[in-house]
Nanobody, 121 residues
Framework: DVQLVESGGGSALAGGSLRLSCEAPGYTYDTYCMGWFRQAPGKEREGIATIDSDGDTAYVESMKGRFTISVDNAKNTLYLQMNSLNPEDTGTYTC????????????????WGQGTQVTVS
């Protein structure tokens, strides 16, 4: 049974940092893909970063240099380190797992968390 549970959201000042976590105790495959998605108020959900079991990462262009996706395999936990936050980063952040192509589109991911709220002002 695969369940994803996000944490670490909250409020931050512009220019500040937050680290989001996604615990996935039931996702224990040797080959995997996980990603972070964001839905800002009034906008469509977008993929912002992915990582696979080889350690290969992909980022949407606007996040490069500010956000870092990583995993701790021993803890079965996915992270998103967010630096240099701005108000445009406000939204609901959700982790997802198991897209065979490990892409930034949401339609092929099988497992989803409930999301965590981030507000930047």
């Amino acid at each position: 049974d695969v369940q994803l549970v996000e944490s670490g959201g909250g409020s931050a000042l512009a220019g500040g940092s937050l680290r989001l976590s996604c615990e996935a105790p039931g996702y224990t495959y040797d080959t995997y893909c996980m990603g972070w998605f964001r839905q800002a108020p009034g906008k469509e959900r977008e993929g912002i970063a992915t990582i696979d079991s080889d350690g290969d990462t992909a980022y949407v262009e606007s996040m490069k240099g500010r956000f870092t996706i990583s995993v701790d395999n021993a803890k079965n936990t996915l992270y998103l380190q967010m630096n240099s936050l701005n108000p445009e980063d406000t939204g609901t952040y959700t982790c997802a797992a198991d897209d065979p192509s490990c892409g930034l589109g949401s339609w092929r991911y099988k497992y989803w968390g409930q999301g965590t709220q981030v507000t930047v002002s």
